[in-house]
């Protein structure tokens, strides 16, 4: 079938491609006329501007929109003058879901369907399908469905889930339409907050692991370091990548996460070219957000994210403030190695 | 080649079937005569006592004993008086490794070899295969390796991690050696940490889509109870196992123990058959142990781990003393459900 | 000087009383008559409706109130058509910061003035004073400078603090302008995260120290239950009441709370009255909410927040799905002691 | 009466001025001669060597440790041939308790008496006192009760505790024998845990208040970078010294460390002399490890200690690997700002 893509970046570009490589027609806009041109090339209708977009493509469109959360609005009021009733818009970049319900509200007042789409799948998605959680109208969910079954991964040969009795859910497909308004970006919220988890668990078991020839360095004396008790318990030097290799077989934290984990120390054992200031980009924040306001305990999550706020150093006025403390009542002075 | 086997448990009694089904000899022993009786009907041989066992080997003789941490050292001593010099003993279950360390010296010091094994695979591994991460001295690990490669799960239908250059380690089929006495363990402790972590990744955040509708009961108003904000935010009611399923593709949080969790949400939704408290068999313990000697930061693991604890109720008294001091400054009396 | 009261409730209540003690005049409202003909008693003035209180006061009127946060717009609400411009609304309950902007944005468009005053001092405020945190316009806060004055502690006996140099602020007295609308709030709800931190810290040291006899307890020996390494190191029975007494001297820990903590011990020291259900009032919820807003890392805070939210089972359907997990990949039944 | 003190650093030669002041015979000795001298001029008694101040006291001896940790058992080696039966050890550094089980068990049976003291005070203890938490036998706490009497600080002007009744306790005094061999220093471990704790939640406190004015910067909308939802919501510019000295009085969280901080602060608002390089002494971490050995919950207490470590980049590999994955399944590269 007929779809509008706006935002052509490492996400939109490659959906576009695996539509057009599943026989649908795609029409194509970005802010970069050569990210339009590659599509075009590779059988995609092209255009100059949202408003050509929308002449394109056929009543009822549907326009899937592919930009970051914060330019949603933004584009919302550039397509508004241009759209008519029974017109549907997919958000499906990282917007929050709140918004979601927001712009439901906004649209169905002008006639207008949308649908909330949260796509995990990076920049594997091309090959291996895009994993779609779905919010929105029932029927709305339903008309577009042969866009939505082509670009989710499908069955694939993964085993089936044994228990599973009422087979034959898009679930099953890689895709799923999870509730009203806001539930795809709600579910893809968590989604994304389980993945903070996931990954804070490995980086922090291969640190351990990286770390555990401690005892080999020669220890200070003094009353300010804490001396290594058992040095000779902390002699190792490991081969992080062959124990990712490892654990890829048979474990139990056998993951796809491992398995590009297994990757990036296969490329760089010291992963020397990171920095190691890890950003965050909304869902992490949202997904504790929502457990505070349910009061729903979500301590490895939080932990997890702030990590990542600590990598940028967000912490470092209370850190100056513990060394203050530490000078106010026992003399001590910070060390430096 | 030949092995005895000691401790005819869940995994003792699959890995001798797996090493019988390669074509191993087997000699087995069992505080229960059933569990020994059960793998003679399947070709092993059995024995009655621990020194007919070590009487039926061949020297050098391999002893694998698969019982709980807290037996090993008993069956050292039980099994010491019959061994000769240049037997070699194996321990698979999960074992402190700081205890390996230990052990590796006093056996060698009688002429006796020691490796430690963290076995991974649970009611899967007759299956799948078990992951082996063996600690010890390269030579004699070398001398196991037709049994290690039998035990473990194989290369599989895994796609290979594009990277690895250094192709032929057997982390590839699913074992290694991971270093001196105490390296197997001391990989598998922090595989376990890593596992606690991933498992309460996913637990906090399907509790989070779990309680996704608590803007859909009533809203008390008094001072003790921190009103919902925006209750129309939360008024979803997910399908947890189909969301689940959904995941198991093309998501960044497909792994081994979502299948699994989809399996238990297939089986029962509510989960109302189990209580909630859980167990943590050790390894989780000494994760945060060698974290806290290292000076590594394990927040996540840590959190996953006292979750486990609180399950358990052992956060009672500090909960107590919460409200107690709730009491003392404010008055505040605990409010009932 | 002349102010309005309405919630009488334990905070009202006593500070009405704190300012009658101080000369002030005081017009009061609460819904239950019972309340008002209390203070009346003690020389308020007592109304029967929220109209009799603003017409007993002299414009330019302040009225402070000391209702639960959700009840504070309503009666905004109610008071409107009664107030006249330049009339002074004072929120001294636990209203989020961010209704204060809002509402003083609103109120300033009616030509009246709002000021958002967070107060600590619980049941203790009568004799003690409140700790006021004061958000608005400077010139109001200056206006009310002898309400603020006399509800707080003043300077007491309590030492200067050596290195401060601008002497004078109010702060030294217990009451401080920290900012424009919201602003009050804001220091009050980091107060209140704050103070969750703390409880925490103590709750949990104090029941390690509860909890080091473990290793008098029998321990069983199976593949479920982590073995205890070493029993003869939690072998103390100590008396939690006396060394809760012992800290409040010259100790690092000294607090406030800690007097308080003290002082349940000594009542109870097993505390069995209590059952362990903690409330959280929401500024613990807020202030991680802005912490997550701000990017600002709070491990600590979240973690006594999670707990309370624990403490009242809200992490249920998480720890059955990781025994659910345990169950599917290990077997693991529940153990229930 | 006569004590011995070996160790004359901050606490130590402190220690020995308090004693002195109240009466008691000192016979010191430390490895620097000013050190010694020092003293000397104050009226102690100095000597040159381990030897010579062994000889210089009157049998039964008592001499008192105020070393590091890790030189105590080299000075139990040093002193051992010149003791005789009935003298008594006191080690008052910062001991890990299980150490004192083991050397009140070794210098038993030599007819030595070894108590442990665990001693807070820093700087502050001259003028403020000692607080003492000791661990032994009961009858030679009781010998020494005139050292312990005049190094604590006494009842003071502090309000009594309300509910206590057995009044008389010397925990009244700021002293107390806590149990038997290794109670003081596991009561001083934990009371430094909770330290932690303390000194870790008004860090972050004043790191939220800190960046309460995030929302005044400008802002990058790329899909790397969470948008700040409500930049109206953090316009706040928060004068930290005089909320810290606001809170000193009638707030909830007033305590002594906040005293500390409101110096701080009032010291050097912005604690740019500090690099927030923080410190962990030891008991920190035993804490831990102690609640992970009793299968105790402190997740307060341990992200606190991790805190420490990450601010030393303790969390570098894992922060790294972080990104490693993120540039694995997303193409995302690292910002820097």
Redesign the interface.
């Known amino acids: 079938m007929q779809l509008g893509m706006i935002g052509l970046?490492?996400m939109g570009a490659n959906m576009v491609r695996r539509l057009l490589r599943n026989g649908h027609e795609c029409v194509v806009f970005d802010r970069s006329p050569e990210a339009v041109q590659a599509l075009v090339a590779e059988g995609a209708t092209g255009t100059g501007a949202v408003a050509d977009l929308v002449a394109a493509l056929r009543p009822p469109r549907a326009i899937w929109l592919m930009v970051?959360?914060?330019?949603v609005d933004g584009m919302l009021i550039q397509l508004g003058p241009h759209l008519t009733a029974g017109d549907i818009i997919i958000d499906g970049g990282?917007s929050?879901?709140?918004d979601d319900?927001r712009r439901a509200q906004t649209l169905a007042a002008q006639g207008l369907h949308y649908l909330d789409v949260g796509t995990?799948?990076?920049?594997?998605?091309l090959e291996?399908?895009?994993?779609l959680?779905i919010g929105g109208e029932a029927e709305i969910v339903g008309h577009l469905d042969p866009i939505f079954k082509s670009l989710?991964?499908?069955?694939?040969d993964?085993?089936p889930?044994?228990?599973?009795?009422n087979r034959g859910?898009t679930?099953?497909?890689?895709?799923?339409h999870?509730?009203?308004a806001?539930?795809g970006h709600?579910?893809k919220m968590?989604?994304?907050?389980?993945?903070?988890?996931?990954?804070?668990?490995?980086?922090?078991?291969?640190?351990?692991?990286?770390?555990?020839g401690?005892g080999l360095r020669e220890q200070e004396?003094?009353?300010?370091?804490?001396?290594?008790?058992?040095p000779?318990?902390?002699?190792?030097?490991?081969?992080l990548?062959?124990?990712a290799?490892?654990?890829?077989?048979?474990?139990?934290?056998?993951?796809?996460?491992?398995?590009?984990?297994?990757?990036?120390?296969?490329?760089?054992p010291t992963?020397a070219e990171?920095?190691?200031?890890?950003?965050?980009?909304?869902e992490g924040?949202w997904?504790?957000?929502?457990?505070?306001?349910?009061?729903?305990?979500?301590?490895?999550?939080?932990?997890?994210?702030?990590?990542?706020?600590?990598?940028?150093g967000?912490?470092?006025?209370?850190?100056?403030?513990?060394?203050?403390?530490?000078?106010?009542?026992?003399?001590?002075r910070?060390?430096?190695p």
């Open positions: 970046g490492r970051p959360a914060a330019a990282n929050h879901y709140i319900i995990s799948g990076g920049v594997w998605g291996r399908g895009y994993c959680m989710a991964p499908g069955a694939g993964l085993p889930t044994p228990a599973r009795r859910s679930a099953e497909q890689g895709y799923l999870c509730g009203p806001g539930a709600f579910v968590v989604h994304n907050g389980i993945e903070y988890g996931l990954m804070a668990a490995y980086a922090e078991g291969f640190n351990i692991l990286k770390r555990a401690i004396v003094d009353a300010e370091t804490t001396p290594l008790r058992h000779e318990h902390y002699q190792y030097d490991f081969n990548a062959d124990i290799e490892l654990w890829r077989r048979g474990s139990v934290v056998a993951s796809w996460l491992l398995d590009l984990t297994a990757n990036a120390l296969a490329e760089s992963l990171f920095s190691g200031r890890v950003s965050d980009s909304g924040r997904t504790i957000a929502a457990a505070i306001e349910e009061g729903t305990p979500a301590p490895v999550l939080s932990a997890a994210l702030y990590q990542r706020f600590a990598s940028r967000e912490d470092e006025f209370a850190c100056k403030l513990l060394s203050a403390m530490r000078y106010q009542f026992g003399g001590h910070e060390r430096h």
